[in-house]
């Protein structure tokens, strides 16, 4: 039956197009009083180089262009042009490893939080899991 439809090819497709929703129940929720992590030497880079390239280019809206420009010249950059960068980047790194110790104390004198459950090792989380399983089942 070449070029004919089948009924089998529509379920088919259909099956193809469902969405599985796997991963999301796993997923922890993110506590929006930790500190972010910072940003690297490039990055750093970047949030100046995005104002200078927008200022030599006002008619480019593209996201795209204004990356791959960066990324050349940073490249193209000597160690010694990258030194305030790089300066820049490692004093925001300490600036956050100060906070996110202030952080761990907080956490750690608040008592349990959804987050102690991450240090969990992946066993000692599935146990706890499952004798909820073996409860719904039941």
């Known amino acids: 039956m070449k070029g004919g439809k089948s009924t089998g ?5 259909d099956a193809k197009l469902t969405v599985k929703k796997t991963g999301a129940k796993g997923k922890a929720n993110k506590d929006p009083n930790k ?3 910072p940003a690297s030497a490039f990055f750093v880079f970047m949030e100046e180089f995005r104002k200078q390239f927008k200022e030599e280019h006002p008619d480019n809206k593209s996201v795209a262009a204004v990356g791959k420009a960066g990324g050349v010249k940073w ?3 000597s160690d010694a042009d ?3 960068y790089v300066a820049k980047a490692e004093k925001r790194k300490a600036e956050y490893e100060k906070n996110m110790t202030a952080y761990n104390k907080k ?3 608040g008592g349990t939080d959804e987050d102690d459950a991450s240090d969990k090792s992946k066993s000692e989380v599935n146990e706890g ?3 909820d399983d073996e409860e719904d089942d039941e």
């Open 9 to 13: 090819a529509g379920t088919k497709t």
């Open 35 to 37: 500190p972010k992590r």
């Open 75 to 77: 490249k193209s950059m």
């Open 82 to 84: 990258k030194a305030p």
């Open 107 to 109: 956490q750690a004198a």
């Open 129 to 131: 899991e499952d004798s």
